[in-house]
């Protein structure tokens, strides 16, 4: 067992890192006040790669595996989690267009995915439905030409901001079976958007609901086959649960490591607050926290690399616990810094908002439970 990175594994950690501190850590804050990420951004990452990070190197992608992934991702977030979570659930669908989609689909949509020239949003929830994903009701009929569609799709990350939205209809019955995957470029007649979601975190990130109204796509949008579209919107959704834990690690790090500089500087009662022994405790604790959730992050990446048979598992522990783990760790670290914490300037307050949305997204930490729990129960019966 080895569980040293290798040094191309280091190199891409340092990598990520390196470009969040240039390109993103300084702006990341005004991104906020906007409410939106300057989409000059995107084609930079595409250049280093980072448009189609699993896609295979065939297709024009990086072709790396998911623990690059979450080296990835642990490194951009130092930066900003936010805008490193765009990334991830952009590459889940270049991911989902390069794996189901035939070739027409991936000249059109793919190349352009991969320079980050567009880019493109998941859309699965809808207002009636969450946890319970494969009771959407969003509809596709099928025309001459293609398919009409109408619904609403709820919480889009990139909503109104997107080039390209990957969306869960229903084609056929009520079933999980009777969902398809579909591409809608943005400019469709209609499609249209509902108004910028005022959001606790994750404020540069444009979230708003995607609305259909006889919108009519071309039956080569269809990803994939008919009725498999559900199996496609699960299939990413391993990968994706790895990163957002990837994303709540690197911004604790990032918090814990600002959190020491702080306290070796700032003074109470005639020393630094770091020579508080019950402050060291706190200190240590912390660390202790977010070691145990790399290696099990990385731990449960490694599996869904090699195909084990738990990795499904694995992967919902992991983002249940690495989720809990950071928020905890980075209201810590608010704590730590005294009032100061709770001002926007020392960026800390940030991090606890941006943090708090990955217990709830890429299925609830309820849902992480139901899904171990269920494993449980069927390794016991
Ligand atoms: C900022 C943000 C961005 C998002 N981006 C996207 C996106 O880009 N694309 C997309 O498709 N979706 C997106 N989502 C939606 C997100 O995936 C859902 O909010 C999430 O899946 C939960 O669904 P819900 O909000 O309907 O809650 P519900 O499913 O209604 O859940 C409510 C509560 O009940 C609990 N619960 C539900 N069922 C069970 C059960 N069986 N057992 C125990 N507890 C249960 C849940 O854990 C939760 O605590 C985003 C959400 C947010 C907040």
């Known amino acids: ?35 939106t990420i300057p989409k000059e951004l995107w084609p930079e990452l595409g250049a280093l790669g980072l448009g189609g990070i699993y896609v295979s190197e065939e297709s024009g992608g990086s072709g790396l595996g998911r623990l690059d992934a979450t080296l990835i991702f642990e490194g951009l977030s130092m930066a900003c989690p936010s805008v490193a979570a765009f990334l991830s659930i952009h590459n889940m669908c270049a991911k989902m267009v390069d794996t189901f989609a035939d070739d027409h689909l991936r000249e059109t949509v793919l190349a352009p995915a991969l320079s980050m020239q567009k880019v493109l949003s998941y859309c699965l929830t809808e207002p009636g439905s969450g946890s319970d994903a494969a009771a959407l009701k969003t509809r596709a009929e099928k025309t001459n030409e293609g398919y009409t569609l109408n619904g609403t799709k709820a919480f889009i990350s990139g909503g109104g901001y997107s080039d390209g939205y990957i969306v869960m209809v229903r084609t056929g019955d009520d ?3 009777g969902i398809s995957t579909v591409y809608v470029e943005d400019g469709t007649p209609g499609l249209s958007f509902g108004g910028l979601e005022d959001k606790m975190g994750w404020k540069s990130q444009p979230t708003r609901q995607v609305q259909f109204d006889d919108c009519k796509i071309p039956a080569t949008n269809l990803v994939g086959t008919e009725g498999d579209g559900f199996k496609y919107a699960m299939a990413g959704l391993d990968g994706g649960r790895l990163n957002i834990a990837a994303c709540s690690l690197g911004a604790a790090q990032s918090a814990l490591t600002q959190t020491l500089q702080y306290m070796s500087e700032r003074k109470a ?33 490694w ?72 494993h449980l129960l069927a390794e016991n019966a």
């Open 175 to 177: 079933s999980a079976r």
């Open 1 to 35: 067992m080895d569980f040293a990175l290798t040094e191309e594994q280091t190199a891409i950690f340092d990598m990520a890192k390196g470009f969040g501190e240039e390109h993103i850590a300084p702006y990341a804050r005004q991104w906020e006040k906007d409410g």
């Open 303 to 374: 599996k869904l690399d090699n195909n084990a048979p738990d990795a499904s598992k694995f992967c919902a522990m992991a983002k249940r616990f690495v989720t809990e783990a950071g928020s905890k760790v980075a209201n810590q670290c608010l704590q730590l810094h005294g009032g100061y914490g709770y001002l926007a300037d020392y960026g800390v307050e940030k991090t606890v908002r941006d943090l708090r949305v990955h217990e709830i997204l890429e299925g609830t930490n309820e849902i992480m439970r139901l899904i171990v729990a269920r």
């Open 269 to 301: 009662f005639g020393k630094t607050i770091d020579q508080f022994q019950a402050l060291q405790f706190r200190l240590a604790d912390m660390e202790i926290e977010l070691q145990a959730a790399r290696t099990f992050l990385r731990q449960a990446a």
